[in-house]
DNA sequence: AAAATATATTGACATTTTTCTATATGTTGC
DNA sequence: GCAACATATAGAAAAATGTCAATATATTTT
């Protein structure tokens, strides 16, 4: 995955209102209305906050009449954990030069 | 663990240089003049994304003479999985009121 | 069809982040 | 001690991000 797009995934991760959304998220499902009382945010605010969320798929909306329902996405963070644990594991196949010197 | 916290572990990972240095953290231990020349930005660039990384827990820092040997940090990648893992389960436990309405 | 409600978009502003140049600090080898 | 090298810090400029007020769009209700 290239650079750009792992980037756009943890920036879900990476401000202080999207982690408190995620957290309210693990309750289960809920609309914007609801999240928008329990953070200090104004509506629009929200609604930016909410489409960073869904472009790193990390959260997905389910439209229903007026309102929107947002949920923590299985496959998005499934794929978040896989691009962490990839990033993050020492490959040993690759050869090492640790210093130009030495 | 604060919301102030978890945004600066995932930090480490929405900035395209910075996953580039991680990558190239993949295959070892590297210290800064070798990141430096694989990787296009200036040293004080190179200098705060590293800063960014080790607060981050994701990299520590090796002092040696008068280099510094840069690797991925086990711990602080435990640390972020764990963080992620928990983030993203949902709760049983909590009640849920997924809408204001209905 | 008009009013009310839920959410999204636009545009402006403030803050934060990324980047650079210049300079400082610390280490090594002469 | 001095020159050369590796890295860090300071300060400024540019770019990106977070925030809000105003407004638009879509849906439901009356």
Redo the contacts between chains.
């Keep these: 995955m290239d ?2 797009r ?2 756009e ?3 879900a ?5 999207r ?2 959304i ?2 309210l998220l ?6 914007a ?2 999240l928008l ?1 329990e953070i200090n945010v104004t509506q629009p605010t929200l609604s930016h906050h909410m489409k960073i969320l869904c472009d790193a798929e ?1 959260v997905v909306g389910r439209k229903e009449g007026k ?1 929107t ?1 947002y949920s ?1 996405s299985e496959k998005g ?1 499934k794929q ?2 896989e691009c ?2 990839h ?5 040993v196949e ?8 030495k």
Tied chains: 1, 2.
């Design positions: 650079e750009k792992i980037a995934i943890f920036k991760f990476c401000d202080e209102n982690i408190r995620i957290k693990r309750s289960g499902e809920k609309c209305c609801k009382e990390i309102w329902h923590i963070v978040a954990k962490l644990r990033l993050t594991t020492l490959d690759s050869t090492n030069e640790s210093c130009r010197e």
